[in-house]
C-alpha cells in the first residue's frame, strides 16, 4: 500500500520531518494525512495492500481521491470500505482513477450523469475548461454546481465551469 505519507506516519500522530516539508510546502494536505491514517488501520482487516493512493483534493466537504490503480480496492464490496472511510473522515468521498484521461476523470466526479464533452475555452476573459453536461440532467448532479467546477478546478488545474446543452 501506497499512502501519501509514510508507513509511520500513517501509523503514528506525529508526522516525521520529511512528511512535516511536505505538509507545510503544500505537497500533502491535512485530509491527505488524516485518510492515510484511516487507510492503515484499515488495512489490517482489508486487502488493501495493492492501493496507491496518489493525492487528495478536499473541495467544501467532498474529498476526492486519486488511486493509480484498480479504484474497487478503495470501493470495496458494495461500497462498504469506501462507506466507513466517509463515516470516519466525516466527508462525502470521490474515488477517481488518475491515470484516465481527463474526461473518464470528470465522469468519475459527476457520476451517475454523463458528460457529453469537454473543451477547453480561449477567450479574452481567460482560458478555461468547460464541461458539457445534457440539460435533463440539471437538477440530478450530485453535488452544487459550484462544488463540481471548484473540484473540477483542482483537478484539471484550470478553472471549470459546467455548461448544460
Known amino acids: 500500500m501506497k499512502l501519501p505519507v509514510c508507513e509511520i506516519c500513517a501509523y503514528t500522530n506525529n508526522l516525521c520531518q520529511e512528511c512535516k516539508r511536505k505538509l507545510k510546502t503544500g505537497e500533502i494536505t491535512e485530509a491527505d494525512v488524516e485518510l492515510s491514517r484511516?487507510?492503515?488501520?484499515?488495512?489490517?482487516?482489508?486487502?488493501?495492500?495493492?492501493?496507491?493512493?496518489?493525492?487528495?483534493?478536499?473541495?467544501?466537504?467532498?474529498?476526492?481521491?486519486?488511486?493509480?490503480?484498480?479504484?474497487?480496492?478503495?470501493?470495496?464490496?458494495?461500497?462498504?470500505?469506501?462507506?466507513?472511510?466517509?463515516?470516519?473522515?466525516?466527508?462525502k468521498i470521490r474515488v477517481i482513477h488518475s491515470r484516465k484521461p481527463l474526461k473518464d476523470q470528470l465522469l468519475d466526479l459527476v457520476w451517475p450523469i454523463p458528460i457529453t464533452g469537454v473543451n477547453e475555452v480561449f477567450s479574452s476573459e481567460g482560458d478555461y475548461l468547460k464541461i458539457r453536461i445534457p440539460k435533463q440532467y440539471a437538477n440530478r448532479l450530485p453535488f452544487p454546481k459550484e462544488i463540481i467546477e471548484r473540484a473540477a478546478s483542482k483537478l484539471a488545474g484550470k478553472e471549470s465551469r459546467i455548461v448544460f446543452e
Open 38 to 91: 484511516i487507510l492503515y488501520s484499515l488495512a489490517k482487516h482489508r486487502n488493501l495492500k495493492d492501493l496507491v493512493v496518489d493525492r487528495t483534493i478536499y473541495v467544501d466537504n467532498l474529498l476526492l481521491i486519486l488511486v493509480e490503480d484498480n479504484p474497487g480496492l478503495l470501493i470495496g464490496r458494495k461500497g462498504i470500505t469506501i462507506k466507513r472511510i466517509s463515516e470516519e473522515i466525516g466527508y
